[in-house]
């Protein structure tokens, strides 16, 4: 009791800003300049995870490269509710191709930049690739890995949401266990989608061995705008994967969509960690250990579990597989964290 | 305009799309009134001054605190704290150190001769004051606040009324009590001592405007007990008063105390270091019923007070020599009422103290018209008032509850009173907003932080001498206790409203200026309420 730090502040850096910070140790998001790049006036649902993940993502890029930013967007939500033609929410220069090639655009947009600079035209202008879990675990994934391969310049943050939102909620090779979508109805004696092997793109993408790959959510706002600013600072391919909350697809109300993504890394879902070279550097450790039944019930695509009689025996099943993570990348609760 | 090839339309702005129509429910920032501020007795803003002491500016948080209480360095000793009972942090961890931080607030005050802010302009109106305790001195400061002549007029020759001849130095050190007394009078209020009122109304003719009677309540109960006339039977009241004498009383070896409340156990920790070997309470209940604070309990058997449970004492004086007393063992009945049993013990005491309650001296008041008095105690309305127009009464005589906290409400709240009165209206009280309740908190947020305890002194100095119990906090522990302060209903300015918005869609208004919505774009998801650490933002319906 009687060694206790002086250095205290009230919320510390939980909180998006803190009036007890000085300036420059408050979130990117707390700054009334922040670049707001993806304004208002889009059409996200209510509560969208990934209008906010987004805007988290390239406002602190936007701040980590002065503002030298270009950004390519793979066909999806992101893009659909963002840039309807001719309008755009986007306030940074930004390029819609395909579904399946936003990688490789980014790819020749730093190789343009590449060669402009070698001319002696233009600044040091970064790369960043967007796009949703279809656009990067299925359709775009042969694109994303020859980025990676390659080791091209390239920023590539994936905004997971768990499925084909956009389109009326179908599954996606990131789409978990159990879940209810429009082509995995809770049916048959494995209601939900298959338990498969998955398909976790943070690891294949650490398989590369490329210098940076991390996780993050939306509940963690600090943790997220620390990895983008430490991958602006990096050279050559880097992917971000960042879990966010979707209640129209989740079936969970508009203003949970945060503790849904906490409740994800604190049952140990999903878990928050960053890697250099294909190696675990560091994970945001659990703060208040949770059962993943805290995470589930208040998801409509989960229902099904918990019907008159509850499917204990998936529920363990994915219990079992947030252990695993809990062991795998370490994420215990102790004191201090990350 | 040229366009590029294949291209139709200029480029537009998402601006031009108000998703605000999309809205069924509207965010609204509201300021909730925090568990602390509702339970306490002095209507402190508790929240308020620890929002100042939070950034290290303790003499903005002082002075906010004494916008409601001018005792701070008294109550950081002598307040029993509701506040802390109240305190929504005990749900995460353990309550806010409100009174070691106002405490210390109080003392920096003390340390660095803050001054109060300068009161209002004259009004011209004299308002007699009778009593200098805390009901006395609370109504005075404000009523000075506020324009108003303040005179109080004290029987006694020191100031202070209980707080002076009640309540023990090892508890409120007089250095604190007068430093903060003569602020007052430093400030405008005027203070005659020995000057006794006999009658309210003769004593109103010399040009006051209104009076504020808060003479206290000072006359020991008495119990029947049947004595010889060797052993000695005091009462609390003299005892505690005798303290501040130049001889302290003397009371022997073995001391009784009769009583379970507060100034029971303050004579019993008296008796102890005034040097009696065995100090003893008599308490005809149990310890879950005694009205004594649990914490003054505990402190009293650590410094080796011992109590009688379930006993009374039925007489004294027997014996010999005339010291010793006999005491009935007493048992509950199923209405939690102590009964007799017919089971007698002879115990030896030097001493006996009856701390059975007070009365107020109500003499000064037989000729006033109007004036109700029940069971002792002055009958007020709501806005303090008694029942002869112009003459208003507060703290122990006026009250059950009888503390300094209490009392100095009870200033506060008639000053507020005189000063609408005085101008031909009739006070009101604002509404109250709705309680800022632990479930409307997101306590993610807040950082893991246990309280700091502030230093007890040592048991064995305690046992013999009147130094201060409890020891204050210092710069670093205070500054650490006040950021513990989860501002309850109170937004404190952490920006998660404003990144938390999916839609951009809150507008931040700069330092200290808070924040705003744009209900241009605000589509009404309620994140910014849900993710709000201290609940300042509610959800309504939208009409039509």
């Known amino acids: 009791m009687s060694l206790q730090p002086v250095k205290f502040y009230q919320t510390g850096t939980f909180t998006v800003g803190n009036r007890l910070l000085a300036p420059e140790e408050r979130s990117v998001q707390a700054n009334m300049q922040r670049t707001n790049s993806l304004n208002s006036g889009h059409r996200a649902c209510q509560g969208c995870g990934e209008a906010l993940g987004a805007r988290y993502a390239i406002d602190a890029a936007m701040n980590a490269t002065n503002r030298q930013l270009i950004a390519a967007n793979a066909t999806g939500c992101l893009e659909v509710f963002s840039t309807p033609y001719p309008e755009t929410s986007w306030q940074i220069p930004w390029i819609h191709s395909l579904f399946g090639n936003a990688a490789a655009v980014a790819t020749g947009i730093a190789a343009a930049i590449k060669v402009k600079k070698q001319k002696g035209q233009g600044g040091d202008v970064r790369v960043v690739a967007q796009g949703g879990d279809g656009g990067t675990t299925d359709i775009g994934f042969g694109c994303l890995s020859g980025m990676f391969e390659r080791n091209d310049d390239v920023l590539y943050i994936c905004y997971d949401n768990g499925g084909y939102m956009n389109t009326g909620v179908q599954r996606s090779s990131a789409t978990p266990p159990a879940a209810r979508t429009a082509t995995t109805m809770p049916l048959g004696p494995e209601p939900g989608n298959v338990f498969g092997q998955g398909k976790f793109v943070p690891a294949i993408a650490m398989a590369h061995e490329i210098p940076y790959v991390a996780t993050a959510t939306v509940a963690d706002l600090r943790d997220l705008e620390y990895k983008v600013t430490k991958a602006m600072g990096i050279r050559g391919a880097r992917y971000i994967h960042i879990l966010v909350p979707c209640p129209l697809g989740w079936g969970t109300a508009s203003h949970d969509t945060i503790r849904m993504a906490r409740l994800a890394k604190e049952t140990g879902i999903f878990p928050v960690f960053e890697a250099e070279y294909g190696e675990v550097k560091s994970v945001l450790a659990i703060r208040r250990p949770l059962p993943v039944e805290e995470y589930l019930r208040p998801q409509k695509r989960y229902a099904h579990l918990f019907g008159k009689s509850p499917a204990v025996a998936t529920i363990a099943r994915i219990q079992a597989l947030a252990d695993k993570n809990i062991r795998k990348y370490r994420l215990q609760a102790r004191q201090g964290g990350h | ?544």
């Not at chain 2, 009174?99 to 660095?112: C, Q, T």
């Not at chain 2, 007489?315 to 089971?343: S, W, Y």
């Open chain 2, 1 to 544: 305009m040229d366009k590029p090839f294949a291209i139709t339309l200029k480029p537009g702005s998402s601006l031009a799309n108000h998703t605000g129509s999309w809205r069924t429910t509207r965010p609204e920032y509201v300021d909730r009134l925090p568990p602390c501020n509702a339970a306490c007795p002095a209507g402190e803003n508790i929240q308020g001054w620890l929002f100042h002491a939070e950034s290290g500016d303790y003499e903005k948080a002082w002075h906010a605190l004494v916008e409601n209480n001018p005792l701070p360095a008294i109550m950081g000793r002598v307040c029993y704290h509701p506040c802390e009972g109240g305190c929504n942090r005990q749900h995460m961890d353990s309550a806010v150190g409100i009174n070691s931080v106002e405490r210390f607030l109080g003392d920096e005050a003390n340390k660095h001769g803050w001054k109060f802010a300068p009161a209002a302009a004259a009004s011209g109106r004299r308002v007699l004051v009778i009593g200098s305790g805390p009901a006395g001195l609370s109504a005075a400061y404000h009523l000075t606040r506020m324009g108003h002549k303040a005179v109080i007029y004290e029987e006694a020759p020191l100031a202070g009324g209980m707080m002076r001849f009640g309540i023990p130095k090892y508890r409120l050190p007089r250095e604190v009590l007068d430093t903060e007394i003569q602020r007052l009078l430093d400030f405008g209020v005027e203070l005659h001592l020995e000057t006794k009122v006999t009658d309210v109304q003769q004593t109103m003719k010399d040009g006051f405007d209104a009076v504020f009677l808060g003479v206290g309540a000072h006359i020991a109960k008495r119990a029947y007990i049947p004595a010889g006339d060797a052993n000695k039977v005091l009462d609390a009241v003299s005892v505690l008063r005798g303290m501040e004498d130049h001889d302290a009383p003397l009371l022997g070896r073995r001391v009784v105390v009769y009583g379970g409340g507060n100034t029971a156990i303050d004579v019993a920790r008296t008796a102890k270091r005034l040097g009696a070997e065995e100090s003893i309470i008599v308490y005809r209940r149990t310890r879950d019923k005694m009205p004594a604070h649990d914490f003054e309990v505990e402190e009293a058997l650590q410094e080796g007070i011992s109590i009688k449970w379930l006993s009374t004492i039925t007489e004294a004086g027997m014996g010999e020599r005339g010291d010793d007393i006999m005491v009935e063992k007493m048992a509950l009945d199923e209405n939690g009422f102590p009964q007799p049993t017919g089971e007698f013990e002879r115990m030896e005491a030097d001493s006996v103290v009856l701390a059975l309650g007070q009365d107020a001296d109500l003499s000064l008041l037989e000729n006033v018209p109007g004036l109700v008095v029940d069971k002792g105690m002055i009958e007020i309305d709501a806005g303090m008032m008694t029942g002869h127009p112009g003459v208003f009464a507060g703290g122990d005589m006026a009250g059950n509850e009888r503390t300094v906290t209490v009392a100095v409400g009870h200033g506060k709240k008639a000053a507020r009173a005189i000063d609408a009165w005085l101008r031909g209206e009739k006070y009101a009280p604002l509404p109250k907003p709705e309680l800022a309740t632990f479930d409307r908190m997101n306590p993610w947020y807040y950082s893991d932080a246990p309280k700091t305890m502030r230093p007890v002194l040592d048991i064995i100095r305690r046992q013999s001498t009147f130094e201060e119990v409890l020891g204050g906090l210092d710069e670093t522990n205070a500054l650490f206790e006040a950021r513990r302060c989860m501002s309850c209903g109170n937004c404190f300015e952490c920006d998660n409203c404003y990144g938390v918005c999916p839609d951009n869609a809150v507008i931040k208004l700069g330092p200290g200026k808070r924040f705003q919505f744009n209900y241009d774009y605000c589509k009404g998801c309620g994140i910014c309420a849900t993710e709000c650490p201290c609940g300042a933002i509610r959800i309504v319906a939208e009409e039509n």
